[in-house]
């Protein structure tokens, strides 16, 4: 049972390139979420998923897309990189999002844009 | 809308000190409470919950007290351990846009001595 897992680890872009976060999940979750870390900030959200096939915006979407094809697995995509992206990236899972529900995070995406 | 306060670090403390985090809320709703804590190079992880007013979530040896009437939820913790160095979020969960989402505060970071 490995928990959400997150690829790549670390990653630096030049201003313009393209890439894909790949996080999964084997905890049979609903709701998957994309989330940023920035100093001073804590987290915010980027976009989350109620379950396969949907995906809805965060606090934060400008710049990013996500897909859900399957349920275990939410990809984020950047299309063309800017250096106000650099950030460190967390992939978040939940059982079904109720009230009281625990978030289950990977260990994160260290991107720099250059 | 919806926010998390907390109080502003490091924190800096000798092993087998006393330690309280503040952490302060403003909800529209009747939110459910969370600190999290992420330990260097790794994601978040949850360390207590409380999903009503007056529950107190424990854990590791963590406390906190759920208080309605003065929005709060301060992290204690009697006698803490190098081990125990790390980055403390506090949160809450609340239904925004028909799902719940946690919202973070900044984060305070716990540093402790030997």
């Known amino acids: 049972n490995a928990g959400v897992t997150q690829t790549p680890k670390f990653r630096v872009l030049k201003t313009g390139q393209s890439m894909t976060l790949l996080c999964a999940q084997d905890?049979?979750?609903?709701?998957m979420y994309w989330y940023r870390q920035d100093p001073g900030m804590g987290l915010r959200l980027i976009h989350y998923s109620v379950g396969e096939g949907t995906t809805a915006k965060g606090e934060v979407p400008d710049g990013y897309n996500v897909s859900r094809l399957k349920k275990q697995n939410f990809l984020l995509g950047l299309e063309s990189a800017a250096p106000s992206q650099t950030s460190v990236y967390f992939c978040?899972?939940?059982?079904?999002?109720?009230?009281?529900?625990?978030?289950?995070f990977g260990p994160g995406t260290r991107l720099t844009v250059l | 809308g919806d926010s998390v306060t907390q109080m502003e670090g490091p924190v800096t403390l000798s092993e087998e000190a006393f330690l309280t985090i503040n952490c302060t809320y403003t909800?529209?709703?009747?939110?459910?409470l969370f600190w999290y804590v992420q330990y260097p190079g790794e994601g978040l992880q949850l360390l207590l919950k409380a999903t009503k007013a007056d529950d107190k979530g424990s854990n590791k040896g963590f406390e906190a007290t759920y208080r309605k009437e003065t929005t709060s939820f301060h992290l204690e913790k009697g006698s803490v351990q190098v081990s125990d160095s790390a980055v403390y979020f506090c949160?809450?969960?609340?239904?925004?846009?028909?799902?719940?989402?946690?919202?973070f505060g900044s984060g305070t970071r716990l540093l402790v001595r030997p």
């Open positions: 905890m049979n979750h609903e709701y």
């Open positions: 909800a529209t709703g009747y939110p459910s």
């Open positions: 978040a899972s939940s059982y079904v999002g109720s009230l009281g529900d625990t978030q289950y």
């Open positions: 949160a809450l969960s609340d239904l925004t846009d028909s799902s719940y989402k946690l919202i």
